[in-house]
C-alpha cells in the first residue's frame, strides 16, 4: 500500500459527517476525493464535500490588501501575518468504514475522534473501496449545503481517476445509480451528464 498524505485535523464530528482543518493554508482535498480518519480500531472513509478558507477569528472578515501590490503572491509576501490569521477547513460526509478486515459501505458506530487525522486515500484505497457502489445511497440520500448531484458526480469522476478503464467504472456507477434513483429522471440525468468521459 502507498504512503498517504496527511491533509488536516478532525476539529468537528458527528455521526454522518465531520470537518478537519488543513495544516497548510489552501491545502483541501479536492471536492469528492476520499479521505480516511481513526477512531480507536475503526478507519472512516469520507468525502470531500466542501471547502473554505476563513479568518480564524469568528465574525472577522479578511479584508483586501492588494491595491498597491503586482501580484497575489505579494499580498502574502508583505503581510507574512496573513498566513497566521486564516484557516482552510473541510468538511466530510462519512461513507463507510472498515473494521478489522472487513470494509463496510455504511456509517461507523461512533464518529471520528476530535483531533484524528485525517489523510487522503492513496489510489490504492480509493480502488478498493469503489469496488462496490453500495457508499452511492449515502450521497444520494445526503442532506448538504450543496447539491447531491455535484457532490456524487466529483466523487465518481474522482474514483474514476484510480481504475485501468475509468469508462467501465462510469458506466457500471451509471448503472447503480438508475437503480437507486431511477424515479428522479431529473438527478439522474444531472449526474450522468457531469461523469461522461
Known sequence: MSET??????IEASSTDFTAQCYELY???SLGSLVKTRDADVELY???YQAATTSLEPGRRPI?????????????????Q???LLKSEFGTLV??????????????PQPARIHGF?????????????LSFAFLNILVNAHLPISTEELTSATLRQMSQVHQDRRSFLVAAGKELALLIGG???QLKAILGRIQT
Open 64 to 80: 483586501a490588501r492588494g491595491k498597491d501590490e503586482a501580484s497575489e503572491e505579494a499580498v502574502y509576501q508583505s503581510n507574512p
Open 5 to 10: 498524505q496527511r491533509v488536516g485535523e478532525v
Open 184 to 186: 428522479n429522471l431529473n
Open 118 to 130: 485525517v489523510y487522503l486515500c492513496s489510489p490504492e484505497e480509493v480502488r478498493e473501496f469503489s
Open 95 to 108: 461513507v463507510g468504514h472498515r473494521q478489522g478486515d472487513k470494509l463496510n459501505h455504511y456509517l461507523p
Open 46 to 48: 469520507g468525502v470531500v
Open 27 to 29: 491545502d483541501s482535498p
Open 82 to 84: 496573513l498566513l497566521k
